[in-house]
RNA sequence: CGGGGAGUAGCUCAGCCUGGCAGAGCACCACGUUUGGGACGUGGGGGCCGGAGGUUCAAAUCCUCUCUCCCCGACCA
């Protein structure tokens, strides 16, 4: 994992997005120093997702489980275990995912017959048993979730952001015909961009992959691309138009209605704690990270100012339940802080962990019945009075969300450029990043020489592409209809 | 997998060149004074110096081998 030498005492490195080493050690840092996890040196590339982090995520899980569950789909889970014939059932499938599987040749003190990945991803092992449970159109659509763990060896890991072992979820469906799935995936690919927009603050850009990056497997690719710091894409969700190849490849078919017996038309779409990364980078700061309040494990943090009398501090004490109790009450995840700590150090600890709002509560402001709350983003204080704490903070959470939306859209469009010509793009690329959208032909050498000499790749082919009329290709200068969305990634 | 760097206290590192009691800061424990933006004092606990072999009266330090981790590249949710 990136960055070992980690001072987990005194201040933060800052966190400078044009200096990539900087930058990773920043990221580094304040996850381990805010405990959402620790890497596991004894296995290269894994990490522990400590409570904190893993609050994280059951947060952002149990919104996206709602969203699965309002569309229609039921969560099941699936074996860990594939078996190498599965993996080569469909050619392009294991040819995609063979450089990364982890496989197990021996088990119970004796070399295996077969030997078994850990998943990579379940396409094969849903369709083996969509191929036993589907035999009538009745049957369908079948539309199955599960949330899991997934392994892919990869050479070079990053908090969150590709370790070798991740939590994800993944959706497989099966349909009756190619517009039902194709709609399939267009609706979750709709899914994950309401759900990075409204609750973790990250907008992103819809769109189709092109061949290159297409799914091992898939007819067609579809992302969602959100814009780091460092002007680095970061594909946050998929979602794939499996067609009919693994349906054929597992010989999922049924009857249909006319008697005719047919291929099932299949999807797949997955997101993985990779995005936990991406909002990390994009909302924190010099001073840690800044969660977005949607999910965050803690939303208000209520500090007591000691104080030397003893009425004063009974008085604070209670005046500090007291908040917290109503903040509970009214559904808002909120924590008194009554270690021995100082004050000061307090107020740097939960900035560093990026709980949206922190309630302070000493004998000053009660004096005159107020308690001075402060908005993680801004750092703006104010004073509210006990009575009217509780409506107000809300108000915040609120605010507090919204600016982080606003500043990060901010941020994209400032590093979003047009381009017109191959000279200015190279330019972009080198001197500072960013989302170009430039037109291109259409041809994949295009598409590889620009990577080649410039680091980016053609994220998506956004959603909207259509608006921009036609034009020349940015590097062949042939003529070319949409704008492609370049990028270097993650 | 190729190129570079590093392994010494929980963390960050000094010590190694020139062999001679294993150290500092932070963290941790106790007590006291403190407490509205990362307090201070006193005392304390903590180490197979990555591992193996060698040279030597003596090795963290010199030599050989080995393992691991990190950084930079190619592959990736």
């Known amino acids: 994992m990136a960055t070992p030498q980690i001072e987990l ?34 296995v290269g590339g894994t990490m522990v997702i400590r409570p904190y982090g893993f609050s994280l995520w059951e947060n952002m899980q149990a919104e996206l489980d709602k969203r699965f569950k309002a569309t229609g789909h039921k969560n099941a889970y699936f074996p860990l275990f594939v078996p190498e014939s599965f993996l080569k059932r469909e050619a392009k499938h294991v040819e995609g995912f063979a450089p990364e599987v982890a496989w197990v040749t021996h088990a119970g003190g004796e070399e295996l017959a077969e030997r078994l990945a850990i998943r990579p991803t379940s396409e094969t092992i849903f369709g083996h048993f ?17 949330w899991a763990n997934i392994v892919r060896w990869e050479k070079r890991t990053v908090f969150f952001l590709r370790t070798t072992e991740f939590l994800w979820q993944e959706g497989h469906t099966a349909h009756r015909t190619r517009e039902e799935a194709h709609e399939e995936t267009m609706r979750m690919l709709g899914v994950y961009a309401d759900f990075a927009e409204t609750e973790l603050a990250l907008p992103v850009i819809r769109g189709e992959k092109t061949t290159a990056e297409r799914f091992a497997g898939a007819e067609s690719t579809f992302s969602i691309e959100a814009l780091m710091p460092d002007g680095k894409a970061l594909q946050s969700g998929t979602s794939h138009f499996l067609g009919q190849n693994f349906a054929r490849a597992f010989d999922i078919n049924f009857l249909d209605q006319d008697g005719e017996r047919k291929f099932v038309w299949t999807t797949s779409w997955g997101m993985s704690t990779r995005i936990l990364g991406g909002m990390l980078m994009a909302h924190g700061d010099d001073g840690g990270l800044v969660l977005p309040p949607r999910v965050a494990p803690i939303q208000a943090i209520v500090v007591p100012i000691p104080t030397r009398s003893d009425d004063e501090a009974s008085q604070v004490s209670e005046a500090v339940a007291a908040v917290v109790r109503a903040l509970n009450a009214t559904g808002v995840r909120a924590e008194a802080d009554w270690s021995d700590k100082r004050p000061g150090w307090k107020y740097a600890e939960w900035e ?17 019945n107020l308690v001075t709350l402060v908005r993680r983003d801004t ?9 009217g704490a509780t409506a107000r903070i809300s108000e915040l959470l609120i605010d507090v969300q919204a600016g982080l939306f606003e500043r990060a859209v901010a941020f994209r469009a400032a590093n979003t450029h047009i381009v017109e010509d191959y000279d200015t793009f190279k330019r972009i690329m080198q001197e500072q990043r960013g989302f170009i ?28 592409a259509e608006a921009d009329g036609s034009g020349r290709c940015v590097y062949c200068g042939q003529p070319a209809t949409k704008r492609a969305l370049f990028a270097q990634s993650y």
Request: a neutral charge; glycine letters at 4%; charged letters at 30%.
């Open 130 to 146: 969509y191929a036993k449970w589907i035999q009538s159109w009745r049957d369908l659509p079948v539309l199955i979730n599960q």
């Open 437 to 464: 959208r430039a037109f291109w032909c259409g041809s994949s050498e295009c598409e590889g020489r620009i990577k080649e000499e410039t680091k980016a790749t053609i994220r998506v082919i956004p959603e909207d």
């Open 379 to 387: 750092r703006a204080k104010e004073q509210v009075s006990v009575e």
């Open 9 to 42: 005492s005194g201040q933060l490195p800052p966190k400078d997005p044009t200096d990539a080493e900087a930058f990773s050690r920043w990221y580094t840092t304040a996850i381990r120093r805010s405990e959402l996890a620790d890497y596991f040196e004894a």
């Open 352 to 368: 560093l962990k990026g709980v949206p709002v922190r309630v302070e509560i000493g004998p000053r402001d009660l004096a005159k």
